[in-house]
C-alpha cells in the first residue's frame, strides 16, 4: 500500500471528494439490515433510541463509508482503468489522504461501538476486520468472485442484522433470527456479483477474479440469480414453518418480480446490470423487511 496515484500539485481533498469517497448510495444496505435487526427483534418501539441512532449511524455513515474508503485507496490502481474520475486516481483526494480516511474512521468506529455493549463492539471490530480483510493485502477477498461477494453479503446484510437485534435484546440472538439473518447474507452474494458487472475490463486487467471477468456476464448473471433466489426460498419455507404464512406469501409475491426482472437482466446483463441493481435488488431487500417483522412477530 506505499504506491499512490499521482495527484495534480493539490494538497488537501477538494470540497465534496472525501464525501463521494465515502459513497452515500452504498450506506443503505447494512442501515436497511440494522433496521430489519431493530425490528425482529420484538423490543418496545424506542426502546432505546440512542442504541438505534448510534446503530444506524456506525451501520452506515461510518463503517460501511469506512470500508468504501479502505477499497477505494486499495484499487486506485483499478480505479483508475475503471473509473478514473474516482477521487483518488483523479488525484481530488491526493497522496495518502484516502487511507488516513479509512484508518481513522476505524478508530472512530471502535471507540463509539463501546457504546453499544460486548456484542455491539464485537460486532463492529468484526465488521471493520472483513472490510480490511476483502480490500486490503495479502488477504484481499475481493480477488476471489466466491469469497469477496460471500465476505460482503454477510458483512452488509448478516452482521448488522444480527446486531441491530441483540443490542435491542441485551442477550443472544435468537436463532431463527440468526437463520433469516444469514439467508439473506447468502443471498447478497448474487447481488455483489452483479455489482461487480461494472468492472469486468478492469479486473480483468489486474488479476481480480469477479465472477463476471472469469465466467463471463452471462453465466455470471445466472450464478447470481440463483444465489439470489435460493435463500430466499429457505426464508419462505421457514416462516411457512413458524405459522407465519402471510408473510411467507408475501415474499413469495416479490420473488415472483424478481424472477421477472430476472428473465430481463439475463438478456443482456452486461449493460442491464445497473437497471437491475435499482429494481431486482429493491424487490430483495423488501422481502428483508417483511421477514422481520415475522420475526416481530414470533419474539
Given at each position: 500500500?506505499?504506491?499512490?496515484?499521482?495527484?495534480?500539485?493539490?494538497?488537501?481533498?477538494?470540497?465534496?471528494?472525501?464525501?463521494?469517497?465515502?459513497?452515500?448510495?452504498?450506506?443503505?444496505?447494512?442501515?436497511?439490515?440494522?433496521?430489519?435487526?431493530?425490528?425482529?427483534?420484538?423490543?418496545?418501539?424506542?426502546?432505546?433510541?440512542?442504541?438505534?441512532?448510534?446503530?444506524?449511524?456506525?451501520?452506515?455513515?461510518?463503517?460501511?463509508?469506512?470500508?468504501?474508503?479502505?477499497?477505494?485507496?486499495?484499487?486506485?490502481?483499478?480505479?483508475a482503468i475503471n473509473e478514473p474520475d474516482r477521487p483518488i486516481p483523479s488525484?481530488?483526494?491526493?497522496?495518502?489522504?484516502?487511507?488516513?480516511?479509512?484508518?481513522?474512521?476505524?478508530?472512530?468506529?471502535?471507540?463509539?461501538?463501546?457504546?453499544?455493549?460486548?456484542?455491539?463492539?464485537?460486532?463492529?471490530?468484526?465488521?471493520?476486520?472483513?472490510?480490511?480483510?476483502?480490500?486490503?493485502?495479502?488477504?484481499?477477498?475481493?480477488?476471489?468472485?466466491?469469497?469477496?461477494?460471500?465476505?460482503?453479503?454477510?458483512s452488509y446484510e448478516t452482521l448488522p442484522w444480527i446486531t441491530g437485534a441483540?443490542?435491542?435484546?441485551?442477550?443472544?440472538?435468537?436463532?431463527?433470527?440468526?437463520?433469516?439473518?444469514?439467508?439473506?447474507?447468502?443471498?447478497?452474494?448474487?447481488?455483489?456479483?452483479?455489482?461487480?458487472?461494472?468492472?469486468?475490463?478492469?479486473?480483468?486487467?489486474?488479476?481480480?477474479?469477479?465472477?463476471?471477468?472469469?465466467?463471463?456476464?452471462?453465466?455470471?448473471?445466472?450464478?447470481?440469480?440463483?444465489?439470489?433466489?435460493?435463500?430466499?426460498?429457505?426464508?419462505?419455507?421457514?416462516?411457512?414453518?413458524?405459522?407465519?404464512?402471510?408473510?411467507?406469501?408475501?415474499?413469495?409475491?416479490?420473488?415472483?418480480?424478481?424472477?421477472?426482472?430476472?428473465?430481463?437482466?439475463?438478456?443482456?446483463?452486461?449493460?442491464?446490470?445497473?437497471?437491475?441493481?435499482?429494481?431486482?435488488?429493491?424487490?430483495?431487500?423488501?422481502?428483508?423487511?417483511?421477514?422481520?417483522?415475522?420475526?416481530?412477530?414470533?419474539?
Amino acid at each position: 500500500m506505499d504506491a499512490t496515484i499521482p495527484s495534480p500539485g493539490r494538497a488537501w481533498p477538494a470540497p465534496g471528494a472525501l464525501l463521494q469517497l465515502l459513497k452515500p448510495v452504498t450506506w443503505f444496505p447494512p442501515v436497511w439490515a440494522y433496521s430489519c435487526g431493530v425490528v425482529s427483534s420484538g423490543a418496545a418501539w424506542g426502546a432505546d433510541p440512542a442504541a438505534v441512532a448510534l446503530g444506524l449511524a456506525l451501520a452506515g455513515p461510518i463503517v460501511c463509508g469506512m470500508s468504501q474508503a479502505a477499497n477505494d485507496w486499495c484499487d486506485r490502481h483499478v480505479d483508475a482503468i475503471n473509473e478514473p474520475d474516482r477521487p483518488i486516481p483523479s488525484g481530488r483526494v491526493p497522496g495518502r489522504w484516502g487511507l488516513w480516511v479509512a484508518l481513522a474512521m476505524t478508530a472512530l468506529a471502535l471507540v463509539l461501538a463501546l457504546r453499544l455493549g460486548p456484542w455491539g463492539w464485537g460486532a463492529t471490530a468484526l465488521a471493520c476486520a472483513a472490510a480490511w480483510a476483502y480490500s486490503a493485502e495479502p488477504v484481499r477477498a475481493k480477488r476471489s468472485g466466491l469469497w469477496g461477494p460471500g465476505l460482503v453479503g454477510l458483512s452488509y446484510e448478516t452482521l448488522p442484522w444480527i446486531t441491530g437485534a441483540v443490542v435491542l435484546s441485551a442477550g443472544t440472538p435468537d436463532p431463527r433470527i440468526v437463520a433469516v439473518a444469514l439467508a439473506y447474507g447468502i443471498g447478497a452474494h448474487g447481488i455483489m456479483t452483479f455489482n461487480d458487472f461494472k468492472a469486468v475490463e478492469g479486473d480483468r486487467a489486474t488479476g481480480i477474479r469477479s465472477l463476471p471477468a472469469t465466467l463471463g456476464p452471462r453465466r455470471a448473471a445466472r450464478i447470481a440469480c440463483t444465489v439470489m433466489l435460493m435463500p430466499q426460498g429457505a426464508v419462505i419455507a421457514m416462516l411457512a414453518l413458524w405459522d407465519q404464512p402471510i408473510h411467507a406469501a408475501l415474499i413469495g409475491l416479490l420473488v415472483l418480480a424478481q424472477l421477472a426482472a430476472m428473465r430481463r437482466v439475463l438478456r443482456d446483463p452486461l449493460r442491464l446490470a445497473p437497471w437491475f441493481n435499482a429494481t431486482g435488488v429493491a424487490l430483495s431487500v423488501s422481502g428483508m423487511m417483511v421477514a422481520a417483522f415475522a420475526l416481530r412477530g414470533l419474539a
